[in-house]
């Protein structure tokens, strides 16, 4: 015991742990070992079998690319964001920073009807974007849209307490060694900032791998066209396809564990860094 | 009024070299309210107007209809009962990786955050493969006649699971921050467990545990994809708010859908609100801190 744990006075050890580990097991852990152990029920060519059908591939190929667009188009805008909030003042300012983070707080239907309305043929946008031959709800497109939504805090967030901690000093000395604005921003600021939009980037790219509520609205859901991954599961299930339904579990269960190592790293880059700076 | 002073002198301190051209200032906030408009606050407006687009007759109806009140009574439940489930859960968690050193803590601190990186869907699907019908407890559940998938259990159950980071992720930092000294003084002076933690530690942390009881409650309200898995989707039985929202945006009654995904969108505006307040209280004595360090 003595090797496993530093000497404390403090009471409540063994009760706050066990009873962590206990909840943690019972909640989190059995449940989710429950993916894998019943996918061993089949076998491994069965197994490659119900990952790789091309209604499947379609999806893993609509899931990712739909999510890493939404995710770039969040690391550029969250990126204007944060820095319009943390540089500059306008009207505003305090109710825009509140806002940002709605899509966290939205239940997620919610923003799936809202956003399915506001781009259908009639909508508000919708209609302006129907005569130029742009369909958004009911296609890939909406899909996109709505993992937007979803991944816009993400970015902002993580970039936000980054660039409110950057020295003046640093960009002053840049100033008087000769460097305009836009050379300062590329060599000193964007450096600093990079670990940040890269952790923003990738936790906006993995929440919207796995996200169902605010797409299934918008997307239409045609396989093969716009249906994606979570998705599908339920398809499956609702066939009463267990296997089926367990084995694309556990291929996005691998994928978001592998992710949530990437922004470990991630996260550790940027620590030392600025340790460093 | 912390932040009123530190923001003037770093804005004094910014001068001309360090500043862009106004042009580009004035162009860079259009670029960003205009992105935010478009994705934001279009969205929350347009779900209010569609809402009340028929009148307060046609909202008040969909609202007190018995299937949405008997939805609202189910919601207010769950996050009822998952709220403080995962509030004890977070402060165990906290107290253990905060006020002690142990071997495996950053491997714990990842496997309590690991519910966020699971898709809801999935979140639910691992339910139904132990308490479902073909589960591995199912036939000993049907053979007593106990229910889980598609009824209230389950859906306690995945509202649990999604939202046990939450209060946990914003207390470890915090009580990390603080240390155990005063703890630690406590038990000195012959304080017990419960003394010191009621009297030392609680105090210490109200407000970030507040913070995220507040984001805690928001998503257990409004969680769908995990909750639509376990759920069944009975009317006036086993329909959470989101869950009826879909229900009735699918049988084309978007007045109603709105009307009550309306709530849902005042639930996630007072949280918000709520969010702000709480967090002003986090941050006002730490900045008051280093104000004074830079003194």
Not at chain 2, 142 to 165: M, N, Q, R, S
Request: proline letters at 5%; a neutral charge; charged letters at 15%.
């Amino acid at each position: 015991m003595s090797r496993f744990k530093q000497h404390s006075i403090l009471p409540g050890f063994n009760l706050a742990l066990g009873f962590t580990l206990l909840y943690l097991s019972l909640i989190v852990l059995i449940p989710l070992s429950a993916a894998f152990i019943r996918t061993t029920e089949l076998s491994w060519q069965e197994f490659w079998f119900a990952v790789t059908t091309p209604r499947v591939m379609a999806s893993y190929r609509l899931t990712f690319g739909a999510s890493f667009a939404a995710a770039l188009v969040n690391a550029v805008f969250g990126l204007l964001v944060a820095w319009v909030l943390v540089r500059y003042r306008f009207p505003g300012k305090k109710l825009i920073d509140a806002l940002v983070d709605l899509p966290f707080a939205l239940p997620t239907a919610v923003a799936g009807i809202a956003l399915t309305a506001l781009y259908a043929g009639n909508g508000w946008i919708g209609q302006y974007l129907e005569p130029l031959g742009i369909k958004v709800a009911f296609t890939p497109i909406g899909v996109f849209v709505a993992l937007t939504f979803i991944g816009l805090p993400f970015v902002v967030r993580t970039v936000q307490p980054v660039l409110e901690d950057i020295e003046s000093e640093l960009e002053e000395a840049a100033a008087m060694l000769g460097a305009n604005r836009l050379q300062t921003f590329l060599r000193i600021i964007f450096p600093t900032i990079f670990p940040a939009l890269m952790t923003g980037f990738a936790l906006a790219f993995a929440r919207a791998i796995g996200e169902y509520g605010s797409v299934i609205f918008i997307a239409g859901n045609m396989p093969m066209v716009s249906e994606i991954t979570p998705l599908l599961i339920i398809t499956k299930l609702e066939q009463y396809d267990y296997a089926g339904a367990t084995a694309l579990a556990v291929v996005m269960l691998v994928i978001s564990f592998i992710l949530l190592l990437v922004i470990n790293l991630l996260q550790w880059w940027g620590r030392r860094r600025s340790a460093l700076a | 009024m912390a932040t009123n002073t530190l923001s003037s002198t770093s804005r004094v301190r910014r001068t001309l070299t360090t500043q862009e051209p106004s042009w580009v200032r004035r162009a860079l906030i259009g670029l960003a309210l205009a992105f935010l408009t478009l994705f934001l606050f279009v969205p929350l407006i347009l779900i209010f107007y569609e809402a009340l687009k028929k009148g307060f007759d046609v909202y008040f109806a969909a609202i007190i209809e018995p299937d949405a009140l008997s939805a609202i009574q189910l919601t207010l439940t769950v996050a009822a009962i998952a709220v403080p489930l995962n509030l004890v859960f977070g402060v165990a968690a906290a107290w253990a990786i905060a006020k002690f050193e142990f071997r495996g803590k950053n491997l714990l601190i990842t496997l309590i955050d690991l519910p966020f990186s699971v898709s809801p869907v999935v979140s639910g699907l691992i339910y139904v493969l132990i308490f479902g019908l073909q589960g591995w407890l199912g036939p000993w559940l049907a053979e007593h006649d106990i229910k889980v998938i598609f009824a209230v259990t389950g859906i306690v159950l995945a509202t649990v699971f999604v939202t046990v980071p939450f209060i946990a992720r914003e207390l470890i930092p915090l009580m990390q921050a603080q240390g155990t000294e005063e703890e630690e003084a406590a038990v000195a002076l012959g304080a017990n467990g419960w003394q010191t933690f009621s009297r030392v530690t609680l105090p210490n942390i109200k407000w970030g545990l507040l913070y995220g009881t507040i984001l805690c409650n928001a998503r257990a309200m409004g969680e769908f994809g995990a909750v639509s898995v376990v759920s069944g989707h009975i009317r006036g039985s086993t329909n959470t708010l989101p869950l009826h929202v879909e229900i009735l945006y699918n049988e084309y009654n978007f007045a109603a859908a709105f009307a009550v995904a309306s709530l849902l969108a005042l639930l996630a505006l007072v949280t918000l609100v709520l969010k702000t307040v709480v967090e002003s209280k986090i941050t006002q004595p730490k900045e008051n801190a280093d104000e004074h360090r830079s003194v």
